[in-house]
């Protein structure tokens, strides 16, 4: 189960960080992401990871900007710091997780389980 938090609304400039609670899988045997859809847009994976071998993608669109971490010391729960936001960021997040290693871009059908969204409005 995924169960992403944290989202509302910003001025462009601002930050946000948005959690996602996972239970259920076991959490070093799985990739992670965020992946995020605009009004009228297709869904774009904006980041991913793997704690196992930490590795790491992010979309053009968000590096520099967007900060994604794990943490499995206390609570299984992976976030997405972002920075710098823009209006273009306007999208539902949701996180998803798929088994083994985040090798680079993998497209969204490609994520087998999925959290609930959570909305991050920017105002311009």
């Known amino acids: 189960q995924l169960q992403a938090s944290g989202g509302g609304l910003v001025q462009a400039g601002g930050s946000l960080r948005l959690s996602c609670a996972v239970s259920?899988?076991?959490?070093?045997?799985?990739?992670m992401s965020w992946i995020r859809q605009a009004p009228g847009k297709e869904r774009e994976v904006v980041s991913c990871?793997?704690?196992?071998?930490?590795?790491?993608?992010y979309a053009e669109s968000v590096r520099g900007r967007f900060t994604m971490s794990s943490d499995s010391s206390s609570e299984n729960a992976v976030f997405l710091q972002m920075k710098s936001l823009e209006f273009d960021d306007t999208a539902v997040y949701y996180c998803?997780?798929?088994?083994?290693?985040?090798?680079?871009?993998?497209?969204?059908?490609?994520?087998?389980?999925w959290g609930t969204g959570t909305q991050v409005t920017v105002s311009s």
């Open positions: 998803a997780a798929r088994p083994g290693f985040c090798s680079g871009y993998i497209p969204e059908s490609q994520w087998n389980y």
């Open positions: 259920g899988i076991t959490f070093d045997d799985y990739a």
């Open positions: 990871t793997s704690k196992s071998d930490g590795t790491a993608y």
